[in-house]
């Protein structure tokens, strides 16, 4: 039996990483972490300004998905609510306002759908729970809609919920088959959390055991080698061996480090435009959630469900879902125009608002020429035995932040049962000494 303790590299600290360092140091493991900023979280980083806790745009946890249960079950410490189902649910159609259908009655009273789209709507909601997901993962979402469902309008607003649980706004590439299964998912409900998504990484890093788990900030990492029994990466200037590396980083970082890993493999983004903004109060409080039926519209005040103010401040999360195609930068006037239109009079309560053109909600689109997958199959590479990519474009079963923690779990599974030799007892000092620059 192999009884020596591996060491293994973990480069970028997002939630992918921090997991998987945590699941690591578990397994007996020494790891280091390299990251390139100051500090952990990646994307679910949460910036806390003018006594606000700001997500890099709106965040909400899938209560049923994989990341809230691992963090769960593990005793990760964060708090966090779920929002009212019997909130004011808004639709934006046409510019004007009207009720969101989000049940039977607001369905009843959404008046931008006439009578037969109301029932065709009711009609595919009785439908889904039991429709045949894994038969319709290969068929894009607008071709299984153009089939079976005939109203303009009902498409539009089955969209307007894809987009709200998937982040994609790709109707043509987006799997039917994942994309119902995430709206089934986020319809078990989210959570808003207290303080921000940031609460989750401070609490897996206050649980990593110091002896076993370095965190290097400021440490990006400038090449990644296979070597034949160890993998050697450079940061600032410095090489260290390893057993195995995790790259717990974005595509285009893969491929700067390994050019050739990630080659025939068509990887599509989701990507929004975010305005996020905090206000002492709300001009209309009633007007808490609103989605764009005939544009990709997100409105939400994350403050009346979760603490994310120090005093009684609010926050808004706006949002404006990108096609794959639109790398414009001027959609924030289209959102400020909703939060006057929801808000009227908002700039009198101003305190900051920060807009985020480009932010990539995921880098791993399930698409229909994927059968539904996000991109790679696995966090496995070819031609890279003891490198494993984690992130929210690696797998198949999940999607966003549960795709992430899934592909970092299934790694470090991979990583702790192999049995090769790789560097014991050529284990390089400096790695040995990489110190824990920041622990709780
Ligand atoms: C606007 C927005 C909204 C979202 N909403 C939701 C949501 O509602 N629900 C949900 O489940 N998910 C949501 N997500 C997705 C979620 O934030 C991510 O899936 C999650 O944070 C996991 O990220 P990660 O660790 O895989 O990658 P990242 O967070 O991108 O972390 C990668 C890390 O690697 C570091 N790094 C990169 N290159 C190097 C290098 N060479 N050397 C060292 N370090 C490096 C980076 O600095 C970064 O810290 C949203 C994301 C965004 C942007």
Known sequence: MDTRQKKIAIIGAGVAGMVAALELSKGGAKVVVFEKSSKAGGRAQTTHKEGYYLNFGPHALYAGGLAHRYLQNNGIDYRGAA?????????????????????LSSLFRA????????????????????LDLDKIMSTSLAQWLKVNVKRTRV???????????????????????????????????????????????ESIQRKLNSESTSLRFGAQVQSVRQLADAVEILVD???????????????????????DALSGQALSTCRAACLDVCLKRLPRPKHTFALGVDEPLYYSVHSTTAKLADGEGVLIHLAYYLEPQDNRDDHEERLLRLLEQLQPGYEQELVYKRYLPHMVASYGLPRADHAGAAGLKSPRLKGYPSIFVCGDYVGSDWQLVDCAVNSSLEAV????????????????????SATVESQG
Do not use: M
Request: net charge negative.
């Open 83 to 103: 929002p009212p189902l019997n909130r004011e649910n808004l639709a934006i159609f046409a510019g004007e306002v009207y009720e969101l259908p989000v049940n």
């Open 413 to 432: 599974q991979t990583v702790l049962a192999s049995r090769d030799e790789g560097v014991y007892g050529r284990w390089q000092e400096n790695a040995a």
């Open 237 to 259: 200037e410095e090489t260290f061996l390893f057993d195995a590396v995790l790259l717990c980083i974005p595509p285009q970082e893969v491929e700067k480090l390994l050019p």
């Open 155 to 201: 498409r539009q607003t089955i969209e307007t919920f894809v987009r709200l649980s998937t982040y994609a706004n790709s109707p043509q590439e987006l799997s039917a088959g994942a994309a119902f299964a995430q709206v089934i998912l986020a319809n078990q409900g989210v959570l808003y959390l207290d303080h921000g998504w940031q609460t989750i990484v």
């Open 111 to 130: 008046t931008y759908l006439n009578w037969s789209e109301k029932v065709e709507l009711a009609r595919f909601f009785r439908r889904l729970p039991h």
